[in-house]
């Protein structure tokens, strides 16, 4: 026996005593198991048998045993990598988590309403009062605000209107759109009555006054829990930029692809919610698919959806403080990853 195979054999008791202590914490899932079994079954082999070894080599065209060490360590770099990114989602996961559950405890104000406007905000101090003011002038005066961790003056500008039915929810830090609405969603399954909510953007792209058409639509479909907003399902005179429109189709095709429901509009945030819907979604990932994670829990669910045309407002502060164009690889890499290897 030389040094190298003294080595591999205190190497394979090392990783066999910690693949057991994993397993006995019940901290084991199947692809560490299957890791750590093929690198101790391959340095106990080494040990026992390096004539066979030769022979597997010698199959992938690897001369010398210091090519086999290189190719194996790079393989089980790459693996750490990887679980260590995973470990760094979910760290950042728990942290939102913590964050949605001291706002949510924050807050314990009751609700009681036919309909409630669900608005989410960050740094929206600018438009944020004049966007409320519509809501409230249109007759809706129940309306939820989550501060999405502001660092401007939109608290100050929702506490300066100074009306006592518009409650305001703050995150400590900012954690993105879907923490925001899934914040909200969990306050009003637990301190909300209401029939209807309807989530509505705080950047004045949204018009309030579609709703007082909406609800006739509505009323006639009382089998649809969600009711999806639509920039594209009547023809309109808005103006669109090219960028964003080619965007917005791009989405359409993916959420064709991956939720299998094909929608005229797949990332619109004017949306209507029966109250029985906000029961059964819950938006779980960071990040800014949200949108398509909302889409395909609706299709995984069998939860009844129709799509309701409504128009969009672009102006140049709107574009500025939306989704950009350059970030939509980010997000059909995080959605295929949460989708299918979490």
Request: hydrophobic share 50%.
């Amino acid at each position: 026996m030389n040094l190298l195979q003294l080595f591999f054999i205190i190497s394979w008791v090392i990783i066999f005593i910690l693949a057991l202590d994993i397993a006995r914490k019940q901290k084991f899932n199947a692809l560490h198991f299957l890791v750590f079994l093929a690198i101790g079954s391959g340095l106990l082999l080494f040990t026992l048998s390096p004539s066979f070894l030769d022979f597997v080599w010698g199959i992938f065209g690897l001369q010398r045993w210091a090519d086999a060490l290189v190719y194996g360590s790079i393989i089980f770099l790459l693996y750490f990598v990887l679980l260590l990114l995973s470990k760094v989602e979910w760290n950042k996961n728990d942290m939102t988590y913590i964050l949605r559950q001291l706002t949510i405890n924050s807050c314990k104000k009751k609700i009681h309403t036919d309909i409630l406007i669900l608005v989410r905000a960050y740094n929206e101090w600018p438009v944020i009062a004049q966007t409320l003011k519509s809501i409230y002038d249109a007759g809706y005066k129940d309306i939820l605000v989550i501060d999405d961790g502001s660092t401007d003056d939109t608290i100050e500008q929702v506490e300066s209107l100074g009306h006592d039915r518009i409650v305001l929810m703050s995150h400590l830090q900012n954690r993105g759109a879907w923490a925001a609405l899934e914040t909200a969603f969990a306050y009003i399954r637990k301190h909300v009555e209401c029939r209807y909510v309807v989530t509505f953007d705080a950047d004045g792209q949204h018009d309030i006054q579609d709703l007082k058409w909406l609800w006739d639509y509505i009323q006639k479909h009382p089998k649809v829990d969600v009711f999806l907003g639509s920039r594209f399902l009547k023809k309109r005179t808005v103006w669109i930029p090219l960028g964003r429109r080619i965007l917005l189709k791009w989405w359409i095709l993916f959420t064709a692809v991956m939720s299998r429901i094909v929608l005229s509009d797949a990332h619109n945030g004017f949306r209507v919610f029966k109250s029985e819907a906000i029961d059964k979604i819950s938006l779980t990932i960071d990040g800014m698919w949200y949108a398509s994670e909302l889409i395909d829990i609706i299709w995984r669910l069998r939860i009844p959806y129709k799509e309701i045309p409504v128009k969009i407002r672009y102006t140049q502060y709107s574009l500025e403080k939306g989704q950009k164009n350059g970030n939509a690889w980010n997000v059909v890499i995080s959605f295929i990853w949460n989708k299918f290897f979490k």
